[in-house]
């Protein structure tokens, strides 16, 4: 019975997003992206020609964009990854709970039982809070590097680089493949982190969190991530584009431009990039065409191919037979 509700909530998982604060899409960070989006919009494109929520609505909803080909395929594959998912490939994935629980027997063994000390205070909770978010962005950006460094996962990843056009679903579009991988170091490097402390204070230390999120990743939401997968240009101050990835430059990273290939990687802090070479700030507005390079994104024209046309991809990587072996 109790796999039957699970199985029953998953399906259900794709119309839960929008309320469950954990979701890219929660509403809370739809209307945050809105609020922001309308500032972009009176700075820069509202005309007194036109009616200011119509002008607005026409700016910020453009047809050519949501009813895009390649957006519908966005929406039926977020329905059903979303449902599949959970389902079929999360219980592949290491969880950090598994692994903190791992660290701390491992530095028990090493140093024997930690000595008891005082109720940890709000700093503690701060620095585990800061820990936590960094060893999950980088944990991101290391599996994400390699989805661009790797040529057997790059067939992986060019599922969510074969987007034509950015939505806040496109955040969805990734291949279970590169889900596992992400999800797997992030659940390591965290775990990792959440032992050490959990192994000095045991349960008396937690994160801080709104709404049971971890309260920076909660803000970077708030702050305008759904504009990061979206045809609104919002970019950040050079200095401030060094330390945060603004939303400009996450579309530079889905250009098909070849100067742009490779850059920009990271999710939420940009010296990663920084300090892996990857880093692109750019000096103005960019005309960007979404997609692969060479059109090769047409191939991912439905939900089917987004799933196993990388699996196809990937063979070709391995000659089969003696004939292709010798060339």
């Known amino acids: 019975?109790?796999?039957?509700?699970?199985?029953?909530?998953?399906?259900?998982?794709?119309?839960?997003?929008?309320?469950?604060?954990?979701?890219?899409?929660?509403?809370?960070?739809?209307?945050?992206?809105?609020?922001?989006?309308?500032?972009?919009?009176?700075?820069?494109?509202?005309?007194?020609?036109?009616?200011?929520?119509?002008?607005?609505?026409?700016?910020?909803?453009?047809?050519?964009?949501?009813?895009?080909?390649?957006?519908?395929?966005?929406?039926?594959?977020?329905?059903?990854?979303?449902?599949?998912?959970?389902?079929?490939?999360?219980?592949?994935?290491?969880?950090?709970?598994?692994?903190?629980?791992?660290?701390?027997?491992?530095?028990?063994?090493?140093?024997?039982?930690?000595?008891?000390?005082?109720?940890?205070?709000?700093?503690?909770?701060?620095?585990?809070?800061?820990?936590?978010?960094?060893?999950?962005?980088?944990?991101?950006?290391?599996?994400?590097?390699?989805?661009?460094?790797?040529?057997?996962?790059?067939?992986?990843?060019?599922?969510?680089?074969?987007?034509?056009?950015?939505?806040?679903?496109?955040?969805?579009?990734i291949h279970p493949v590169g889900q596992i991988l992400t999800g797997i170091i992030a659940g390591v490097l965290v775990g990792v982190v959440q032992g050490a402390f959990g192994y000095f204070y045991g349960d008396r230390v937690g994160l801080i969190t709104l709404m049971q999120v971890n309260i920076v990743l909660f803000v970077f939401y708030v702050g305008g991530y759904n504009l990061r997968h979206s045809h609104i240009w919002l970019s950040y101050p050079r200095w401030l584009s060094h330390i945060l990835i603004s939303p400009a430059q996450h579309q530079i990273h889905h250009s098909a431009d070849p100067k742009h290939f490779n850059k920009n990687i990271a999710f939420i802090f940009a010296f990663w990039d920084y300090f892996a070479g990857t880093l692109y700030v750019p000096s103005t507005r960019e005309d960007l065409t979404y997609g692969l390079y060479n059109d090769e994104h047409k191939a991912f024209d439905g939900v089917f191919n987004l799933y196993f046309l990388p699996f196809k991809n990937v063979a070709a990587h391995f000659p089969t037979t003696r004939k292709q072996r010798a060339k």
């Not at 992206?33 to 500032?39: G, Q």
């Open 1 to 173: 019975m109790d796999r039957l509700q699970y199985i029953l909530s998953q399906v259900l998982s794709p119309l839960m997003s929008p309320i469950l604060p954990g979701e890219r899409i929660y509403w809370l960070y739809i209307g945050s992206a809105l609020i922001i989006a309308f500032a972009v919009y009176l700075a820069t494109y509202a005309s007194r020609r036109v009616g200011l929520i119509k002008g607005f609505i026409t700016y910020c909803f453009p047809k050519n964009v949501f009813a895009h080909k390649s957006a519908i395929v966005d929406y039926k594959y977020f329905l059903i990854n979303k449902m599949t998912f959970a389902i079929l490939f999360a219980p592949l994935i290491i969880g950090s709970s598994a692994v903190s629980g791992w660290s701390i027997d491992v530095l028990g063994f090493i140093w024997g039982p930690a000595e008891p000390g005082g109720p940890p205070g709000v700093l503690t909770s701060a620095v585990l809070t800061i820990c936590a978010i960094l060893a999950m962005d980088g944990a991101i950006f290391i599996a994400h590097y390699l989805q661009h460094t790797v040529p057997v996962l790059w067939e992986f990843h060019k599922v969510h680089h074969s987007a034509e056009v950015l939505t806040p679903i496109t955040a969805y579009r």
